[in-house]
């Protein structure tokens, strides 16, 4: 770590935003309502942010990441409430798992591209379901109820700021600029030197990674988890996240996310109508925004503290 | 010892040999001509030798040793980088990035250094940034360092591609058809330039081209390649005479003398 005037404020942002949400809610100023949205704000970006990685950086349509939220829910639920295991062994079993199921899905199907990835992808987030619905110590498609509520807004901003942080810091490294290289043109990475099967089943490990602890983190606040929260229609929601964002922006990501959740819960009251709305609202911000909310642009703060040394355009926290 | 040494090189789609027995031999240092009229498999042989295609029949030594089965950043990582006939530039990203991205085989530290900035990253980086900007600089290309590649005009972006490729290091560069689109004060320039980094940089180079003032103003050698089949090699002076190579490129007479063919 180096604590350039940009790191050390961004630290002091980071903390200053921890404290005034832990104040609201210790004040009691946070309905409960609010609150259910605050953490599907996180839980959402933490989602976004890794699925960008996959699909906005290294430029491979994945359609799974349902899936592998549902592996890091299911195997962190177990082991807390199963076998007793503290809350952080939990996420980070279910993290890993998740990572490996990145890694035995990515080593076949990365060989295909676009459409075909897509496909192959969204078929693995339905076997994870359907195995689910299947497996009795799981309790099947009723789901496993009685999961600790561990999850709270100290874990979830934890969570939220090390994806980001981890994820902003592997793109700004020559580990990132392979993958984006592969995204922008694979034959010429590859004759780059850049072994792009083993960057392309990285990212996809990563992002599952991520995508583990964003359903660790649901399990453990909702109590419950089905088999049917985590249909193809959420991976679609967070692609539609990533999309609306802008494909290879981080900094878009997090307000799409945060953005389509906050929508998505004022529009609650308003029943049949909400899809709606929700949809011309898509409609018109990708009819004159095709390339999403930011694009691949940043949002940093180098534009108010001058800079130092390093003068790229990428990837800013 | 040859740097580059192919042994009856051949390769058949379906019924097609696209190349077929072909020999080729380069010495460390040389500036060697690939010619041949459309089709003749010219880029096939520059994909055999990069792995993207996997001969059918045949050897490839580099270095003295087989690129038989490797794939193409195994074959990049033994030392030979290309250019493409269609440039292949990173489009959406800078400048510098695209040369930044063909250093990063050479970057000495791992992913856990990149996530927790750990010193040897910022030594890391420190050191390919530079490398890469002197790069900019040799190429001339520093003032667009920070614009997106496909912004660039034609000829700087033929110019950066041949900079990405030595940025890879190679020893051996294969230069597909460095001045297509290039009008004759660029061809020139171009020339002054393959001739300098080919000193500057210690290479071997490999070159198609159909501009013949430039394949015969600074080629030591020249292969000139008809349906897959070497059917002349020699200096630029034999070949301009070889009547094979003349009945490649222009047809024979109705009434013409018969070809009497062979090796120059």
Redesign the interface.
Known sequence: MRFSKKNLLSLAGAILIYFLVYWLQAAGVISAFQEINLMMVGINIILAVSLNLIVGFTGQLALGHAGFMAVGAYVSAILTTNLGQPFPVAILAGACTAAVAGIIIGLPTLRLRGDYLAIATLGFGEIIRGAANNINYIGGAAGMIGIPQLTNWTWLYLMMVLTILVIVNFLNSTHGRACVAIRENEIAAETMGINTTYYKVLAFAMGAFFAGIAGALYAHYFYLIQPATFTFFRSFDILVMVVFGGLGSITGSIIAAAAITIINAALQDLAVLRMVIYAVLLIVIMVFRPQGLMGTREFTLDRWVPKRGEASGSAGN | MALLETRDLTISFGGLMAVANVDLCLQQGELVGLIGPNGAGKTTIFNLL?G?YRPTRGEIIFNGRSLVGL???QI??RGI??T?QNI???????V??NI??????H?R?G?LN????LPS??Q??AA??ARSQELLRIFKLEPYQ?EKAKNLPYGEQRRLEIA?AL??RPKLLLLDEPAAGMNPQETKELMTLINWIRQEFDLTILLIEHDMSLVMGICERIYVLDYGQVIAEGPPEDIRNNERVIEAYLGREVNGVAPQGGKS
């Open positions: 990069t993207v794939k193409p950043y990049t990582q980088a290309r493409f292949r530039l990173f489009g959406n990203l800078s510098l990035d930044r991205i063909a250093y990063h085989w970057s530290y992913i990149a996530i927790f900035r990253f910022h890391g980086e390919i940034l920070y990405r940025a890879a």
